[in-house]
């Protein structure tokens, strides 16, 4: 026995030493952050390798659960490439591996990474040599460099003994998580079962739509701007089976229509303001969306004159905004319906947004009485967050952010129907508002940010509303902001307390914000330290877009002063 667990480890050392030394490491350095590990896609292939090696040990450390591998540079262009992983969950790795994944892909040559990869295993308690010990599922966007990348990414997980990577194929980012999920609570989880379950779900939602509802023939036509990206690629495939949606997509990924979030996608539309590739002035008035290189992005636009470029934006906040309504909506017809149940459901619902959410977005879902609280910018901090409630709503401004629902929440609305049900309620207005939860909770990617769940949650919600753009757009008034970044020689000087909004380093500087901000009407502004580059980003809004220029330029200038 004990001289085969010797073969075996002798084995791992070997096969260690065999990828590293296949995969030498390109000039330059590799952090993992929000997006994982990103950079040209020709130079991945050593970071990739590692992070299957990484993945592959995440899995065995949490007992042969399934983890995740997305190939992707998201909204990047399409040079770039790009890995990063999925927990469990379905959400983002855990933040304290990240160190690790850092000293891995950054180990200098193969005997370096042996090591460190016996240490760590060590450390962490992680079995070596082992049989049938990890499974990792691999996923891709439609990049060039995805195929070569994803044989790196297979020859690092099979550089873990036991290891065994199953390629879910081309698909979009959240499906991926969605799968990772699925799998882990022992559910199906193919790309057809995504499918199934979004189209299921999207179908009921529109079944519960009161008679009066509904909207015309007008209302009903979508054309979407795919970013010539894998998210257009699979809303080609499944339009056709969403009844009630008349969906046109641009920007789709066949040959010759674009290049990969060139002048297209989220990203574009949500910065620049102006319709993407593809669209014309005979799209003036239509609803529009827009999703990012690997759809985990949306927001909303309409091109409102046909002599200019200019859209009216929906974006991520205004997107959250329309979830919140719906969702308060139904808890309220169920906890005041009265009925033969008289039972009420006890729900607590939070909204979660960071320091760019935008004033009056952040406004207008506190005059609802709903709670709302800060995090921290990223996406791993909101999700966590989230999941603090019975109901957690998230998004960012640039459209990233989904509904995560409880178990004990999901249990009391099945018990519910079910009582319902048993009384013969289900004509009442309490069993259809339970209804439309259950059939929201299926819809939304729980996982993670998905542009195409997400588009059919907001699709079916107007539905149900008998709301036009324009009656989504007249929500709330965003108030002008701006954004800079100034150049600094140390962005570590500045320290940020209170999910970023105050600044605690260097001493006086929140005082000077908070002058310069007091001379402004709905003055409100923060800065905070760039996780990526030596810059402090500045952020300003103010009634006018006059002052939240002048308000952003003024506190700049303060912080070139001190920290220049």
């Not at 102006?274 to 290189?293: E, I, K, N, Q, W």
């Not at 759809?295 to 974006?315: G, H, I, K, W």
């Not at 949650?457 to 989504?472: D, P, R």
């Not at 009634?543 to 912080?559: M, N």
């Amino acid at each position: 026995m004990a001289a085969n667990q010797e073969e075996q480890e002798q084995e791992q050392r070997r096969r260690l030493l065999a990828v590293a030394t296949r995969f030498p490491l390109p000039s330059g350095t590799f952090s993992y952050g929000t997006a994982g590990f990103r950079a040209d896609g020709a130079t991945m292939a050593p970071a990739v390798c590692r992070a299957g090696i990484l993945a592959a040990l995440r899995s065995v450390k949490l007992a042969g659960a399934a983890i995740g591998i997305v190939i992707t540079a998201s909204h990047n262009p399409v040079g770039d490439n790009g890995v990063k992983i999925a927990d469990p969950d379905g959400g983002m790795m855990a933040q304290h591996w990240e160190p690790f994944a850092d000293a891995l892909a950054n180990a200098p040559d193969p005997d370096a990474l042996l090591q460190l990869v016996l240490q760590f295993a060590k450390d962490e308690g992680i079995p070596l040599g082992g049989q049938d010990t990890a499974q990792v599922l691999l996923g891709r966007d439609t990049r060039p460099t995805g195929a070569y990348l994803l044989d790196a990414a297979l020859q690092g997980i099979n550089a873990i003994v036991g290891a065994n990577a199953i390629d879910m194929g081309i698909l979009t980012t959240p499906q991926l998580h969605w799968m990772v999920r699925s799998k882990n609570k022992g559910a199906k989880a193919s790309e057809s079962d995504y499918f199934t379950q979004l189209i299921g779900s999207f179908r009921r939602m529109l079944e519960l739509v009161p008679k009066d509802k509904g909207g015309d023939e007008v209302a009903k036509k979508l054309i979407v701007d795919g970013a010539n990206g894998i998210g257009g690629v699979k809303l080609e495939q499944i339009k056709v089976e969403l009844s009630g949606l008349d969906i046109i997509v641009r920007n789709s990924g066949k040959e010759g229509e674009g290049i990969l979030n060139h002048m297209c996608g989220a990203d574009f539309v949500q910065k620049e303001r102006v319709t993407p590739h593809g669209f014309s002035p005979d799209d003036v008035s239509v609803r529009c969306a827009s999703l990012d290189g690997d759809a985990d992005r949306l927001v909303y636009f309409r091109l409102s004159s046909a002599s200019d470029s200019r859209v009216d934006l929906v974006d991520g906040d205004k997107i959250l905004s329309l979830f919140a309504l719906f969702i308060r909506e139904q808890l309220d017809i169920i906890n005041n319906s009265g009925g033969q149940t008289n039972k009420s459901l006890s729900a607590r619902l939070g909204i979660v947004q960071t320091a760019y959410a935008n004033g009056a977005s952040m406004q207008f879902l506190k005059s609802l009485g709903l709670e709302v609280v800060f995090t921290p910018t990223g996406v791993k901090y909101l999700h966590k967050r989230a999941l603090e409630y019975d109901i957690g709503i998230y998004f960012e401004a640039n459209g990233h952010g989904t509904v995560v629902f409880s178990e004990d929440f999901i249990s009391q609305l099945e018990s519910l129907s079910n009582g319902l049900s048993s009384q013969a309620a289900t004509g009442s207005a309490q069993y259809h508002a339970v209804m439309r939860l259950l059939a929201a909770s299926q819809l939304i990617n729980q996982a993670v940010g998905d542009a195409l769940s997400g588009l059919l949650l907001v699709e079916a919600i107007l539905q149900y509303k008998g709301w036009s753009f324009q009656n989504w757009c007249e929500l709330y008034s965003d108030l002008p902001s701006k954004q800079m970044k100034v150049k600094v020689k140390d962005r570590s000087v500045i320290v940020t307390t209170n999910a970023e909004t105050k600044v605690s380093q260097p001493c006086g500087l929140q005082e000077l914000i908070d002058k310069e901000t007091a001379n402004y009407t709905h003055g409100r502004c923060f800065v905070r330290p760039s996780g990526t580059e030596d810059v402090v980003r500045v952020y300003a809004e103010a009634s006018t877009q006059v002052e939240a220029d002048s308000l952003t330029k003024s506190v700049a200038h303060h912080v070139e002063r001190i920290l220049g």
